[in-house]
C-alpha cells in the first residue's frame, strides 16, 4: 500500500496558521491534498496534525485525519522523519499494510503529479530508502563569498577564487516538496539526505514559503503560470 502522509501541526510561528491561510483561493493545505489525490497514487492521503480545525479542512479537501498527533511531536523543533514515523505506526495500528510512504509538506502550491510519479519510479527501480526533489544551485557553492565587519567580502573557500565555475562540481538543494520513502525506513528514522536520492526539477518550481513577503511572491508567481 502507498500512502501520502502530510505533516500539518497547528503552531506555525512566521506565518500564523500557514497551513490553513487561503493561497490564491483556497487553504494552502488544500494545494498539497489535491495534487496527491490528482496524481493517483495513493491509497489513502493522511494529514497527522495536532489541531482540530486543520483536521476538519482536511477532512473537507479529500484526506483522512485518523489520529491526533501527539504534543511533544508538533512543537517548532521536532523534526519531519520522528512525525512520519508516529504517522507509519498509527496507520499500521489501523490494520494498514503499508509499503511506500510519501511526505508531503503542506506548503507546497507548485508541487506536480508528473514529479511525484517520477519519484516513485525512481524509488521502486532503485536501492536508495528516499527519493525527492532538487534543484541546482543557481551560482557555484564553492565561489561563496563571506563579507567582513569592515564591509569587505572573502571567498568562503579560497582555493577556488580562480577556477571557472564551469569547471566546478555542480550543487544542489532540497526542493522541500515531497519525500517518497520506504515504510521501514521511515520507521528506522533513517537520514534523508543520507540515505535518499535526488530527482531534479527546475529551480523555477520550487519556493519556499517562510514568511509574509515569500507568501505574496509565490502568489505572483502561480497568477503568472495561470495566466501563460
Known amino acids: 500500500?502507498?500512502?501520502?502522509?502530510?505533516?500539518a501541526r497547528g503552531g506555525s510561528?512566521?506565518?500564523p496558521r500557514?497551513?490553513?491561510?487561503?493561497?490564491?483561493?483556497?487553504?494552502?493545505?488544500?494545494?498539497?491534498?489535491?495534487?496527491?489525490?490528482?496524481?493517483?497514487?495513493?491509497?489513502?492521503?493522511?494529514?497527522?496534525?495536532?489541531?482540530?480545525?486543520?483536521?476538519?479542512?482536511?477532512?473537507?479537501w479529500g484526506a483522512e485525519a485518523p489520529f491526533v498527533r501527539p504534543a511533544e511531536l508538533a512543537d517548532d523543533y521536532t523534526p519531519t522523519v520522528p512525525v512520519v514515523a508516529h504517522a507509519i505506526s498509527a496507520?499500521?495500528?489501523?490494520?494498514?499494510?503499508?509499503?511506500?510512504?510519501?511526505?508531503?509538506?503542506?506548503?507546497?502550491p507548485f508541487m506536480q503529479c508528473a514529479d511525484l510519479a517520477a519519484a516513485l519510479h525512481k524509488l521502486e527501480a532503485g536501492n536508495a530508502d528516499y527519493v525527492f526533489p532538487i534543484a541546482a544551485y543557481?551560482?557555484?557553492?564553492?565561489?561563496?563569498?563571506?563579507?567582513?565587519?569592515?564591509?569587505?567580502m572573502e571567498p568562503f573557500y579560497s582555493q577556488y577564487a580562480?577556477?571557472?565555475?564551469?569547471?566546478?562540481?555542480?550543487?544542489?538543494?532540497?526542493?522541500g516538496q515531497f519525500y517518497w520513502g520506504r515504510a521501514q525506513a521511515w520507521l528506522?528514522?533513517?537520514?534523508?539526505?543520507?540515505?535518499?536520492?535526488?530527482?531534479?526539477?527546475?529551480?523555477?518550481?520550487?519556493?519556499d514559503i517562510d514568511n509574509t513577503e515569500d507568501w505574496q511572491r509565490a502568489e505572483l508567481m502561480l497568477a503568472a503560470f495561470n495566466s501563460a
Open 1 to 7: 500500500m502507498k500512502i501520502a502522509i502530510i505533516p
Open 13 to 15: 510561528k512566521r506565518i
Open 18 to 60: 500557514k497551513n490553513i491561510k487561503l493561497f490564491y483561493g483556497k487553504p494552502m493545505i488544500a494545494w498539497a491534498i489535491e495534487t496527491a489525490k490528482a496524481s493517483g497514487l495513493f491509497e489513502h492521503i493522511v494529514v497527522s496534525t495536532d489541531d482540530a480545525e486543520i483536521s476538519a479542512l482536511a477532512k473537507n
Open 91 to 108: 496507520c499500521q495500528a489501523l490494520g494498514w499494510q503499508v509499503d511506500q510512504v510519501c511526505c508531503i509538506y503542506p506548503a507546497v
Open 138 to 152: 543557481p551560482s557555484a557553492i564553492q565561489r561563496a563569498l563571506r563579507q567582513l565587519p569592515n564591509g569587505l
Open 162 to 175: 580562480s577556477t571557472r565555475t564551469q569547471d566546478l562540481e555542480p550543487a544542489y538543494y532540497d526542493a
Open 188 to 207: 528506522a528514522e533513517k537520514n534523508i539526505h543520507q540515505h535518499g536520492a535526488g530527482l531534479e526539477i527546475p529551480s523555477w518550481r520550487v519556493v
